[in-house]
């Protein structure tokens, strides 16, 4: 599988499972109408070919005002959604994957996974 293929694949997994996740978002808390209220979505996956890693998928978080810098629950739930992708597939992990959660112009976190 190309990467360009594989990025696709990861970004469509999830958006989904982040949807049906409820955003990782308490029911009472959630809504839709305030992308404040939601804690982590999905925005989107990009193919990189990283000097030193080589071929990288990097999958882009955002989250909302819930989480901060380095926070255990916001890795807990990119850990979730990386677990979730592995297990549906695995052969995306021959390539590199990198999750970089945002919040506005911050970058909450960088995880990596080989």
């Given at each position: 599988m190309y990467i360009d293929e594989a990025a696709e694949m990861a970004k469509n997994f999830l958006l989904?499972?982040?949807?049906?996740?409820?955003?990782?978002?308490?029911?009472?808390?959630?809504?839709?109408?305030?992308?404040?209220?939601?804690?982590?979505?999905f925005?989107?996956?990009?193919?990189s070919m990283e000097i030193e890693a080589g071929p990288t998928i990097v999958l882009f978080f955002v989250s909302g005002s819930y989480f901060y810098e380095h926070d255990v629950e916001l890795r807990q739930c990119v850990q979730e959604c990386m677990d979730a992708l592995k297990a549906n597939h695995p052969d995306l992990f021959e390539y590199r994957l990198k999750a970089v959660v945002r919040k506005g112009n911050l970058?909450?976190?960088?995880?990596n996974y080989e």
């Open positions: 989904q499972y982040t949807k049906d996740q409820y955003y990782f978002t308490p029911k009472e808390v959630y809504d839709i109408k305030k992308p404040d209220s939601i804690r982590l979505y925005f989107k996956a990009e193919s970058i909450l976190d960088i995880l």
